[in-house]
């Protein structure tokens, strides 16, 4: 039971570039939810999808799309990657209104 | 203003003191509050949950909601230097998701 997994664990990316953040999870949850983490900001969430086939824009939305493949898997990409998305990321799960669960995230640097 | 409101800290304490961290909330309407414990580099994990007015204790740690106030904490009884970490608060405001407060980082002197 591996409970929330993401892929990659590291990346840097140049100014627009793009790439894809992988995210699955084996908890059977309904509801996936991508958030951002910056110093001193906490958790930001940037978008989530409360069941297969939904996603909705969360706080930070802005640079970044999402795809709910299926029950399991929630990806997020970013289309052309600014400095400002420089953060770490976190993907999580849950069955609202009990509690969510997270991946160990991504550092994403972009230079 | 926040959704969920959280004083940054540092919160310094002794080991074996109590540590109190405070969160507000601004959303009459949510229901369930989670402390969540986040050492740095790795994600949050789950402390405790709340979801009626009261306290509710697990071991050491306590937590106590007030919807009248709109406000909820936790305690850590008999601190310990490995509970130094960034505690934060969510709950569930509107979305299906949780809104995080900014996290209150604690340090325990040993």
């Known amino acids: 039971n591996a409970g929330v997994t993401q892929t990659p664990k590291f990346q840097v990316l140049k100014t627009g570039q793009s790439m894809t953040l992988q995210c699955a999870q084996d908890m059977n949850h309904n509801s996936m939810y991508w958030y951002r983490q910056d110093p001193g900001m906490g958790l930001r969430l940037i978008y989530y999808?409360?069941?297969?086939?939904?996603?909705d824009k969360g706080e930070v939305p802005n640079g970044y799309n999402v795809s709910r493949l299926n029950k399991r898997e929630f990806s997020l990409r970013l289309e052309s990657a600014a400095p400002s998305q420089t953060s770490v990321y976190f993907c999580?799960?849950?069955?609202?209104?009990?509690?969510?669960?997270f991946g160990p995230g991504t550092r994403l640097t972009v230079t | 203003q926040k959704e969920v409101e959280q004083n940054s800290g540092p919160l310094s304490v002794p080991e074996g003191a109590i540590a109190s961290l405070n969160c507000t909330y601004s959303d009459r309407g949510s229901q369930s509050f989670f402390w969540y414990r986040q050492y740095s580099g790795k994600s949050p994990e789950l402390i405790m949950f709340i979801y009626s007015n009261g306290d509710k204790e697990d071991g050491r740690f306590t937590a106590q909601l007030n919807k009248a106030s709109q406000y909820v904490s936790l305690l850590i009884r008999d601190s310990q230097p490995s509970d130094s970490a960034t505690y934060l608060c969510?709950?569930?405001?509107?979305?299906?998701?949780?809104?995080f407060g900014s996290g209150t980082r604690l340090q325990v002197q040993p």
């Open positions: 969510a709950g569930y405001t509107g979305r299906r998701a949780l809104t």
């Open positions: 999808s409360a069941s297969e086939g939904t996603t």
């Open positions: 999580a799960s849950s069955e609202p209104p009990r509690e969510q669960y």
